[in-house]
């Protein structure tokens, strides 16, 4: 380990996945994008930080889609050796009462002023494990359920040794999600009382200690969403040795609960400092887990990365100093001229329309305007909101024409996420030129971009109030483009009306098709297409997009927050 990283105390940041690049397939989604942008502005901040993850060997997957519009999964291998370097260091952990070795690849997150973020990918593929064992790191969120706790076994327990073994000096531990939540077992096996120190039924543990130590951001207001654990499995993995690790059973269920270990119970329990990842979550969460005190931190985006490259050039050029004060984006209606921002839009736009032109054939007409949605497909999300009434679409669409461009993954094993995808392609089928709609396949960092900086209008339609924040508006905003969504997740923080974007629906409501109809016939689409005689309203969302949200929601802003309110305890 290079003695750069060795020479202050670091918080460890643990995160079951990381979208360090296109070409890392280390991600699933927004949990795994959210962490990529913390250690990309922990870098720019120079933050000392480390985070540690799994190295995921297989990938998540590259989606296809079918003639009858199907998602189609296919392996997405890539080779650690090319992006990472291996480290010496290895340690065990005990899983079903044999060792298992974990090492690490060193994969280096460079900032913008030379500030540098390690980032250690734990892999178990090592002559010397069982083989059984050698596959525990490779697929994300792949398995049953043994596959899945023996992984979070070596992400908490043998992360944790590792950094030991590394030679970090660790000031606090990040839980980002409960996956990681079993380092907290790791520390209290350090914390353990002598036995000749105890009186009677006191605790051999010394938590408080422990707490101090922790802190956990959840994510998902779902109950669906927390790891369970059945114990008959946990006794099997976890056998049954104390020095290994593992505190003994009854300790575990009134840490984790009685009925099964709950990953989230355990991390709740074992943390001095809890968040949600927006305000309303919070709340939600508050109400899911009563007598915790749960704060507060509203997620944000890097800024350089999802800032487009005509918006780039324009932000160095008007406010110096952007990327690593990007509060300054609050200015750029004072200083950048709104034709400026309109030729890096309309830049944007163009790289959105050739990959769509690449990949379906279809030429989009940059004159109309474009609506993007892109999200993980999952029923919550809602992504056939907007394809409710078809009729009602094309009456729109025939006195104010627009296109829709729409991309995102469902899990293998989420069939009603599958389902989407498929209604969604039969839908645009049926839509035909009235209303031209793609579906981009293979989601990732690169379309991502595109879209959330070519689109003209950002759309998100979740199922209150099970948006835990969201953060693709966000990235729309950074490039002037503002946001159509309901009121839940970040939104509610975000949504000026008319100023950077526009509700759907009352606050607490579910936002209905109806409603979102309404609004984009009544308000958005009239405001686009009165930029033919005068510019100014529209032009103005655009700047409230980039001056109010983002130049707030950006991990720069979230980053300083953790620093204050969770990691300086």
């Not at 009186?199 to 543990?205: A, F, L, R, T």
């Not at 009434?389 to 995102?408: E, H, N, S």
């Not at 009544?522 to 405001?527: T, Y």
């Amino acid at each position: 380990m290079p003695d750069e990283f060795l020479h202050d105390p670091r918080i460890a940041y643990f995160s079951m996945e990381i979208a360090l690049r296109s070409e890392i397939p280390t991600y699933s989604g927004g949990l795994g994008v959210l962490a990529g942008d913390t250690l990309r502005s922990a870098a720019d901040l120079d933050f000392p930080m480390v985070a540690v993850s799994l190295v995921s060997r297989a990938g998540y997957f590259r989606q296809g889609i079918d003639a009858d519009g199907r998602q189609v999964e296919a392996p997405a291998p890539w080779r650690p050796e090319d992006w990472a370097r291996p480290l010496s260091a290895k340690i065990a952990v005990e899983i079903e009462r044999r060792p298992v070795w974990v090492g690490a690849w060193l994969y280096v997150v460079e900032g913008q002023r030379g500030g540098r973020a390690p980032v250690l990918l734990l892999d178990t593929q090592y002559a010397e494990n069982d083989p059984r064992d050698r596959e525990i790191t490779h697929y994300l969120y792949g398995g049953d359920d043994a596959y899945r706790l023996k992984q979070e076994i070596v992400l908490g327990i043998g992360g944790t040794r590792l950094l030991r073994a590394l030679g970090f000096e660790i000031r606090a531990y990040h839980m980002n999600e409960g996956h990681s939540a079993l380092l907290g077992l790791e520390i209290l096996r350090r914390y353990r009382y002598p036995a000749h120190e105890l009186q009677s039924g006191e605790s051999p543990y010394d938590l408080p200690r422990v707490r101090a130590r922790c802190r956990f951001t959840t994510h998902t207001p779902l109950d669906a969403g927390h790891d369970q654990f059945a114990y008959e499995l946990v006794e099997r993995l976890f056998g049954d040795d104390e020095s290994d690790g593992y505190v003994d059973l009854p300790m575990l269920k009134r840490l984790a609960g009685e009925d099964s270990l709950n990953m989230t119970r355990l991390a709740l329990n074992l943390s001095e400092y809890v968040n949600g990842v927006a305000e309303r979550h919070a709340e939600t969460s508050r109400k899911m887990y009563p007598g915790y005190h749960v704060h507060a931190i509203t997620n944000g985006v890097h800024p350089f990365t999802w800032v487009a490259e005509g918006f780039r050039t324009l932000y160095d050029q008007y406010l110096p100093g952007w990327c690593h004060e990007p509060e300054r984006l609050a200015r750029a209606a004072d200083r950048i001229p709104v034709e400026a921002l309109e030729a890096a839009h309309e830049s944007a736009k163009r790289a959105l329309i050739a990959r769509i032109a690449a990949e379906h054939g279809r030429t989009f007409d940059p004159e109309r305007p474009i609506l993007g949605f892109a999200r993980r497909m999952t029923a919550y999300k809602r992504p056939d909101l907007l394809f409710s009434d078809l009729d009602r679409l094309r009456a729109i669409a025939a006195r104010q024409p627009f296109q829709i461009v729409l991309a995102g993954k469902a899990h293998p094993r989420d069939q009603r996420g599958k389902e989407l995808i498929a209604e969604l392609v039969r839908a645009a089928r049926t839509l035909g030129d009235a209303v031209p709609t793609v579906f981009l396949a293979d989601y990732d960092l690169r379309i991502s971009q595109l879209m959330t900086a070519g689109a003209d209008v950002w759309l998100n339609t979740p199922l209150p109030p099970l948006e835990a924040s969201g953060t693709s508006g966000m990235k729309a905003a950074l490039n002037g483009v503002p946001s159509l969504s309901v009121l839940d997740g970040w939104w509610v923080e975000g949504c000026l009306e008319g100023v950077t974007g526009w509700a759907i629906g009352e606050p607490g409501g579910a936002g209905d098709a109806p409603a979102l109809y309404a609004k984009l016939e009544n308000v958005v689409l009239p405001l686009y297409y009165a930029r033919r005689t005068d510019p100014s309203g529209w032009r103005r969302v655009m700047q409230g997009a980039i001056t109010k949200n983002g130049a707030y929601f950006n991990t720069h802003r979230m980053m300083r927050r953790y620093a204050a309110e969770a990691y300086q305890r």
